[in-house]
């Protein structure tokens, strides 16, 4: 038997709310719009016209805009004009999306790193801390293993493949 409080079905019911996906198409849709509309202005200052040896550098970039801003205007109407398909239908609950926060936001830090601490210092460290955060692994053991892994991306692309990737001081300091 079991007994249900009020803050319970409180609880339950705050779970279930989040964003629904007829906002989440509307946001999807003004975003891409928005950038594709950026892409055409850039396009024009650049050129986007055909030239006498060939089209200009912002040729294909205006077009892929135009298209991003058509399919996008499409994706918009679209779902301002079905409302009765997604009306209150949950695109994620918050608990799930603050579960893909915990990724992005390491990953994002992890990406405005690289370009001072390099590639691979920044690689050991997002496999160290994701090992520790969610593998609830000890520090001991993911310290190691991120240096490890960031060891044998080195190998393969800077000796191997000989792919020059990101470096960071460290690197500068070993003489790559």
């Known amino acids: 038997m079991s007994v249900t409080t009020g803050n319970d079905t409180l609880i339950e019911a705050a779970a279930e709310r989040g964003p629904s996906v007829k906002g989440m198409e509307i946001a999807t849709a003004v ?7 950026i892409a055409i202005m850039d396009s024009i ?11 200009q550098s912002g040729y294909f970039p205006f077009w892929l805009g135009i298209i991003l801003v058509g399919a996008s205007f499409v994706n918009l109407a679209m779902a301002l004009r079905h409302q009765e398909r997604a009306q209150g239908a949950l695109f994620a609950t918050w ?4 579960m893909v926060g915990s990724v992005l936001l390491p990953t994002a830090v992890y990406v405005a790193v690289i370009p001072f ?4 210092v920044s690689s050991a460290l997002l496999i160290a801390f994701f090992m520790i ?3 609830e692994f000890r520090t001991v053991t993911s310290l190691p293993s991120g240096a490890l892994a960031a060891s044998v991306a080195f190998a393969v692309f800077e000796l191997w493949f000989l792919v020059a990737l990101p470096k960071g ?5 070993l003489g790559y």
């Open 31 to 37: 975003v891409l719009m928005a950038m594709g509309g």
């Open 45 to 55: 200052r650049i050129g986007a016209g055909w030239a006498a040896d060939g089209p």
């Open 95 to 98: 608990p799930q999306l603050r």
């Open 117 to 120: 601490a390099g590639i691979y």
């Open 133 to 135: 955060r969610f593998g």
């Open 169 to 173: 001081p460290l690197e500068t300091y």
